[in-house]
């Protein structure tokens, strides 16, 4: 039997739950849409959702405190023999990882609603009041590969490679409307992630022109 890619995942939860992305991932290496080992899965947080769901499928999990530095992010790696890293709600700056294998999923479009604070709720805040003024008529779930915190200037930086837009009603709220973002970001993640852990959707890491997905590919 091959040997699966060898994945590693960053999720930040809340002490209080959290980490539904998470769940599906692992869920998704059972049902074989997946085709991954996911080797640990690191936390901001010492207990809370993502502690509760590692516990329970089994999954190595790691308490990561700051400081987020390069050395540190890159010692979990080798610890863990990652070879590549996705973050699924990681909500801190990643540093000196290779950008070529390691990607992030975003509940809404970037460039525009992405950046320092641009997470979660405050995401979908921010679509509903551009939806308002008549400026935006849907939101999206956006996958993208990340960049160095540091050498690229902040968050939701390195290219888009998934885009599925979600239309927005005229009687959402930021609380329905993540419902519904919520629900295609788990539908959709396992099955892209596998296709860039397999590289059949791959980035040279330096040009954005270089991006790379499959012939019947549709989403970027």
Known sequence: MPTRPRLMVLASGTQEGGGSGFRELVRNTKTGVLQASIVAVVSNHASGGVRVIADTHGIPFV????????????????TYEAEWVTSSGWLKPVRGLDARRTFNIHPGLLPRFGGTGMYGHHVHRAVMEAFKRGEVTSSAVTMHFVTDFDADG???????????????????????????????????????????????????????????????????
């Open 63 to 78: 308490h990561f405190p700051s400081p987020w530095s390069a050395e540190a992010y890159q010692q979990l790696m080798a």
């Open 154 to 220: 902040g968050y939701d930086r390195g290219p888009v490679f998934f885009r599925y837009p979600v239309l927005i009603e005229d009687n959402d709220t930021p609380e329905t409307l993540a419902t519904r973002i919520n629900a295609i970001e788990h539908g959709w993640q396992s099955f892209i992630t596998n296709l860039v852990i397999h590289e059949q959707i791959r980035w040279d890491g330096k040009d954005p022109a270089s991006l790379v997905v499959p012939e019947w590919y549709t989403f970027v």
